[in-house]
């Protein structure tokens, strides 16, 4: 598999020279200054991958080219959004970047309500506990019928983090869950909104009258507008699955496991409507067998996260280690290795999956300089991505 690493920019702390020295062969980046829906030109593609190139790189995935609200509640801009889309796919096509990354979740992207929780070796992770985002849900948000969506036993723990949490606490947890992780993702929010609770309640009322089959019809039109595209130009658009894959703010979810991904990828049903295989966010599901899925979809998987979970029945689950937790990373990798050397068999010119290490504990040094978006520290990463290159060298040494 093609190692790549996810790099947020020019502005971004990490500097390219540096990933050439331990072991990246390809970048997954994004332009991060357009605006979400506006096109990106050309030019704009050129330009970062010359800069990504002059450093003995190549740009190998878009993550992410974003859609918009509009698109996925099927508002009035859509139709012009969708053009939009189109013009930037092409225009990726024409320049050689052929995989692109994108998630089809309503207004949120991942959750965590804990960024940097610490463990047991001193090291810190993202972490989501389920009674806080319940009492950010039902006593934050107060989202009418909140109460309606969680057990009596959650309810519980809901009242007493009430009656326990600090004004500390409660903007600690707004900012984790809907300005620092959605601000360097999606956009929807940023850290230079003054009422982020207001515009992200705004947000969510948009969503009012939409269920999961009105959601998996905007997909629908969506891909059915962009696929022809994507299918002209060689370009694989790789859908995102949810992360958590479980209901959330009263929000659907159209990517949350086996039957919900089969949906998607006959819905329309060509090779360039792909899946981004994202081990940890299906491991944090219960319902879901990852190495299963992974063989279940690896003809129709263009990108592959490497990381893993440790989720329990009560729905909260913390980063693991990249060989642990649950999500199997030794039989995943050991799958998406067989399916390349299938592809490269058939004479497929894009057999190369890509994959990237994600979501690396914050340890070192790191800890004190701490500069990074959550989730994209340098020597985490870097030491996930040492474990997985020896795990990819063992498997194609002795599987292969």
Request: glycine letters at 8%; a negative charge; charged letters at 25%.
């Amino acid at each position: 598999m093609e190692k790549t690493w996810r790099w947020f920019g020019p502005g971004d702390p990490i500097q390219l020279n540096w990933l050439k020295q331990i072991g990246v062969e390809g970048i997954v980046t994004a332009l991060h200054a357009v605006t979400n829906g506006e096109i990106w030109t050309q030019g704009m593609i050129e330009d970062l991958k010359k800069n990504i190139e002059k450093h003995g790189l190549h740009w190998s995935v878009v993550e992410s080219l974003p859609v918009t609200e509009d698109i996925k509640t099927g508002g009035p801009g859509r139709d012009r959004l969708i053009d939009n889309y189109r013009t930037s796919l092409t225009n990726l096509g024409k320049a050689g970047v052929h995989t692109v990354c994108y998630n089809f979740m309503p207004v949120i992207d991942w959750i965590r309500t804990d960024l940097y929780k610490e463990n047991r070796d001193g090291s810190r992770s993202l972490f989501f506990n389920y009674a806080r985002f319940a009492y950010f849900d039902c006593c934050i948000l107060e989202r009418e019928g909140a109460r309606n969506d969680y057990s009596a036993r959650v309810l519980e723990q809901v009242e007493n983090i009430c009656s326990t949490i600090t004004p500390e606490e409660k903007e600690e947890l707004i900012f984790n869950i809907i300005v620092k992780t959605q601000g360097f993702v999606n956009g929807n929010i940023t850290e230079k909104d003054k009422h982020p609770v207001v515009l992200f309640k705004k947000l969510l009322s948009r969503y009012r009258d939409i269920d999961k089959d009105r959601l998996r019809e905007n997909f629908r039109y969506f891909m059915n507008a962009v696929a022809p595209i994507a299918h002209e130009y060689g370009v694989n658009l790789c859908i995102h699955p949810d992360d958590p894959p479980f209901p959330v703010l009263g929000l659907p979810r159209i990517v949350t496991g086996k039957e919900d991904i089969d949906w998607l990828l006959k819905a329309v049903d060509i090779h360039e409507n792909g899946l981004t295989f994202c081990a940890g966010s299906l491991s944090s599901g219960l319902q879901n067998d990852v190495p299963e899925l992974a063989r279940h979809f690896a003809e129709r998987t263009h990108f592959v996260h490497l990381r893993s979970t440790q989720a329990d029945p009560d729905r909260n689950f913390t980063e693991a280690g990249h060989l642990a937790g649950r999500a199997g990373l030794l039989d995943v990798i050991r799958i998406f290795e067989l399916e390349q050397e299938r592809r490269k068999k058939a004479g497929m010119k894009d057999f190369l999956i890509p994959m990237r290490p994600d979501h690396g504990a914050l340890i070192l040094s790191d800890i004190e300089h701490n500069v990074y978006n959550p989730g994209y520290s340098f020597y985490g990463r870097m030491k996930a991505l040492s474990e997985l290159s020896g795990a990819m060298a063992a498997i194609r040494h002795f599987c292969i």
